[in-house]
């Protein structure tokens, strides 16, 4: 087996030294992998002390060989700020890297930049742009948040319909957020007519995930039922 095999199976029993020993030996060889999966036991703590400062620096060394998932982990490095001075701009160039290479992630978090104007000129029509194509490979948080800028009108015109739409894909993927705005988008009739009892699912769906916000609104619609009766 490779050293990148030997590692990988380490790593799966729980052997984390065997496991660093044998990415650091394929690191040595300018492996790319090997320098990421070290960088995410640096980042992750796992079987070393937390250090994003090496983290970085394995991210730094396999992302300049265009490994798409180290550009990505240097985007969130950049613009959180994690053993590195904060700096959006720097994060949005490395997501863009892992986004040109179709990292949903990467999309997802960029696309949340350009919407807030963070290390990147505002713009919300790239923000829906690169949400919708995270949503289409899968990413949840991108469909949701897509549900979000049709509901508040951000950037495009306001469209409940439509944010019904998405927040019922992300909410039958078990997003808890979807499941409280769907809920009160079908308490309120917007978008999509008006169901309490609707309504009233989504919400247990939310607090059984701890969605206090939901929590909230179905003791008012207990009130509201409690005084009509």
């Known amino acids: 087996m490779t050293a990148l095999e030997v590692a990988a199976e380490a790593y799966d029993r729980g052997d984390y030294a065997q496991a660093i020993e044998n990415w650091e030996q394929a690191a040595e060889n300018g492996d790319g992998e090997a320098e ?23 991210f730094m060394a396999s992302a300049k060989k265009g490994h ?7 985007g969130v490095i950049y613009s ?5 001075e904060r700096d959006a701009a720097e994060g949005a160039y490395w997501y863009t890297k892992a986004a040109d290479k179709g990292n949903s992630l990467a999309m997802c978090n960029l696309a949340g930049l350009y919407e807030s104007g963070d290390g990147v000129t505002r713009d919300y029509l790239k923000a829906f742009e690169l949400y919708s194509k995270a949503a289409e490979l899968g990413h949840v948080v991108a469909v949701f948040n897509l549900g979000v800028m049709c509901e508040n009108g951000v950037g495009l015109t306001q469209d409940y319909a439509n944010a019904a739409k998405f927040y019922e894909t992300a909410a039958q993927a078990g997003l808890a957020a979807a499941q409280y705005n769907l809920g009160v988008l079908l308490t309120e009739g917007k978008g999509v007519e008006q169901d309490v009892e609707k309504a009233r699912y989504w919400f247990t769906r939310a607090i059984e995930q ?20």
């Not at 990421?36 to 394995?58: C, P, S």
């Not at 929590?215 to 009766?229: R, T, V, Y």
């Open 68 to 74: 798409t998932e180290s550009e990505y982990s240097l």
């Open 36 to 58: 990421y999966q070290i960088g995410l036991m640096h980042a992750n703590g796992t079987g070393v002390g937390q250090d994003f400062e090496k983290a970085h620096d394995y």
């Open 80 to 84: 959180v700020g994690l053993g590195v």
């Open 210 to 229: 701890g969605n206090e916000l939901a929590q909230k609104n179905m003791e008012l619609l207990a009130q509201e039922a409690a005084e009509e009766q």
